[in-house]
């Protein structure tokens, strides 16, 4: 009965890592080649991971909620003959609760409560690190050791974590025991066991606070515990120091020898909370409320529940909301991050009046719409992108500059910004200068739409060589739009809306309503000069403004 | 001849004194089980009889010997006379003492002496019939047993051993003087630390080894070491040659005839022969299958992760179980049997057993060498000191050696450890405690070590497989 490894796959080109966000089968189960036995969220798309084998699933290696390096051993299936029911694979039942792929509580609450550097892949061998104490523990809670997450350097496993894994799901796990009524089964501390003496059971009475706690610490509002000393290993200690923590400072409820130990993750989820408590406070643009009197408000006690053995609720009084930065908010933050601070970006703003593009549209819409096509003025403001970049290919280029050089591309792969729930993503319309406008505008239609339900392959996300972000369709006329690295522009659309224009009628000047288009073009200033920006964007308002012209093309 | 055959009952009966046995028995008193110990020969077993213990304490009183008649580049002349029957007297005595504290270790925990041979009789009944003459036989009734029996030195067909001419490992450590000649069967652990031992004392010690180096386990650059320094001290290796048989000698002495798998024969002169080829289990006259209990085709009893039989409330630890065939490994399965009996959450889950050789240099191991790692899928880095760029090791005039780590490279944690040199045995057990604790190499370099002693080289070691090593160049 050969037990089969299967790696997270490599889901699209260049993918390095993916969130695990659902399993959709649990230990035991029968799967097929090619069925899907995971969602997988990588760096913009969810996709399902499908079995490569024809078995049992044997083993899940990975916690819901998990970054998982692409390679790394995610799951193990037992081929060839039935498989279940056999004894390797019964302590892991309990674990991802039955078929439907809901999380487990454990899971869940791992996701919420750890930070992005959670979960160290499992080592390549299955061994699982831990300290004979942790694994003591484990059996005396019937706890599979493989099947905790370790919160030490590396993913060791300390006894908090063991003791947390149990409180979140094992409850009634089966013994890994092969069964015997004599024997004694690693089920919970016996209570006939008398006058025996047990080192794990004597530290975990005197011990210190409800394992529960300990996953909801670091979600917990960052309150600095200012302990006299605390137990750190020397790789904790330089964490530490490496992000300006104080280790006394850092909650935990873990201890050792009645000491307080606190692990590198601890630190790390503290240096975060931190952060991301000043962040918020600062940069929250929405409306903040006005500081709240939380002794006052009385419902300081109410907080969850958990976050309360770490530190006086009193003193505490934060409300804020602690959400997890990572999948595709981290890779578009991480985006965003790489393209301003390597592109010194310059944005020229302009308007073009596009009286005879919204005439034409409404002279195609109809046509359009015979072939089931709902025409918008987007293929229009691609055509005129094509027409400006075929002009200017600057624009259309990439700086590499490792090798001292620019790329001029020669495919016109425009990026379309499209909003979702999840956040940014860019699915690209591939050859516009190839395509008619009925079908480009099928395919942004379709590109959208399938973006905002995350069903875009990561494939169709690549290969941009510039971009469009219509912020207009929601409203506003100007923007500084960001570069979408490493390509070198990308023009943002307003709304177009009738607006004063000054127009010359017989010999005078007046202002008059008409319809305008306002143009907010980011360029990579390494790679492109403002005038080329300029005669770029003077060359798409000339398109936009004289439709026919796009014909020439 | 059963005299009286007396019923008695117990929770755990423990058939052998030894590292294992012993251990189990006291922990087992300790959980508060009514726990009945049998013992044949002596309290300590092999170990503390014919094994670890009497040949440290002859391998400390010749390297002391030989240390003070070759330490003339200190300055120190000296020319040691050894009086081995005294050296065995004084060997004796520390035996006495360990065997006596075990005894008086087993009452003060409430364990059931017993002095006989145990055999069982079926599931939950063992016959133990008394040492000594004349003595009755008792059945006992037993919930639980251990059964740690351990394991004595292979015979090879034609050395039936005898005081007088063929030593088995026990006859050499009970020697009342140095043959001038010794020849050796036998270049595993045993073989070598006797070897050591022998050649120290003055004796010209020829070794015998079918395989074609010397303690077969270990990696090469750790052999070569070991083997270098042997010959230094007059060792004459003859490898690929399998003892034959042996015969009297003109000259008083014996004379040893190998062969190697060719059928070239060769002839040794010498004056006594220790045939040392590893050691088997002791299941014989234990009855097993009365107790519904199978020994593999070697011999040994196969147990589980919490040291039970096939019959489960049956336990077998140490030698008798199986490899490896370590003391220290006898004794933690003894705990977790009677742990395991007791109710308790124990089982034998540890990362690794570390092993020492007390050659000279010493050898220390604990878990998984650079290609066993590798095997197991780690990816591997490693990280070494030599002991001549260690201070203290100079200081002790020993630098022959080195410490060599193992990690992964991924995560850092310390899979392994392969020491040889100075005090090798006492140092592999800080690498022991890494691999246990799960810790990083960064772990192990970033703890501060006394200086100078020779466990820095440890943190070196460690500090080297991070590319940070001070003392010696980085790989």
Redesign the interface.
Known sequence: MPVKEFKLPDVGEGVAEGELVTWLVAPGDRVEEDQPVAEVETDKALVEVPSSYDGTVEELFVEEGEMVPVGDVIISFRVGEEGAGDEAAAPDESETAGDDAEPEPAAAADAAGSDATDA??D?????T????SA??LA??LGVDIAAVDGS??????GEADVRAHAEGGAGGADAAD?G?D???A?TPI?A???????A?KKRGDDGSAEPSATTAAPSAAPEPAGRETTLA???TR?VARELGVDVDDVPTDATRDGEAFVTGDDVRAYAEALESETADSAAESAPEPSPVDVSASGDAAGAGGAAGSAAEPSASGSTDETIPYRGVRRTIGKQMERSVYTAPHVTHHDTAEVDALVEAREELKPRAEERGVKLTYMPFVMKAIVAGLKEYPSLNSELREEDEEIVLKKEYNLGIAVATDAGLMVPVVEDVDEKGLFELAAEVRDLASRARERKLKPAEMKGGTFSITNFGAIGGEYATPIINYPETAILGLGAIEERPVVRERDGTSEVVPAPTLPLSLSIDHRVIDGAVAAEFANTVMEHLEHPLLLLSH | MVVGDIATGTEVLVIGAGPGGYVAAIRAAQEGLDTTLVEKDAYGGACLNRGCIPSKALITGSGLAHEAGNAESMGIHADPAVDMGKMVEWKDGVVDRLTGGVEKLCKANGVNLIEGTASFADEHTARVAHGGEGQGSESIEFEHAIIATGSRPIQIPGFEFSEDHVWSSADALDADSVPDRLGIVGGGYIGMELATTYAKLGAEVTVVEMLDDILDPYEDDVKRIVRTRAEELGVEFHFGEGASEWSEGADGGYLLHTETEGGEESTYGVDKILVAVGRRPVADGLDLDEAGIETDDRGFIETDDRTRTAVEHIHAVGDVAGDPMLAHAASKEGIVAAEVIAGEPAAMDQQAIPAAVFTDPEIGTVGLTEDEAEVEGFDPVVGEMPFNASGRAMTTGHTEGFVRIVADDETGFVLGAQIVGPEASELIAEVALAIEMGATLEDVAATVHTHPTLAEAVMEAAENARGQAIHTLNR
């Open positions: 160290e892949p080592t390549p061998s299955g061994r690190f831990a300290p004979p694994r003591r059996r005396e030490g350097p590396g993913g060791r496993i092969s015997s004599e024997a004694p690693p016996d006939g066991s008398g006058g025996r003496k047990s794990v290993t020397p790789a330089k």
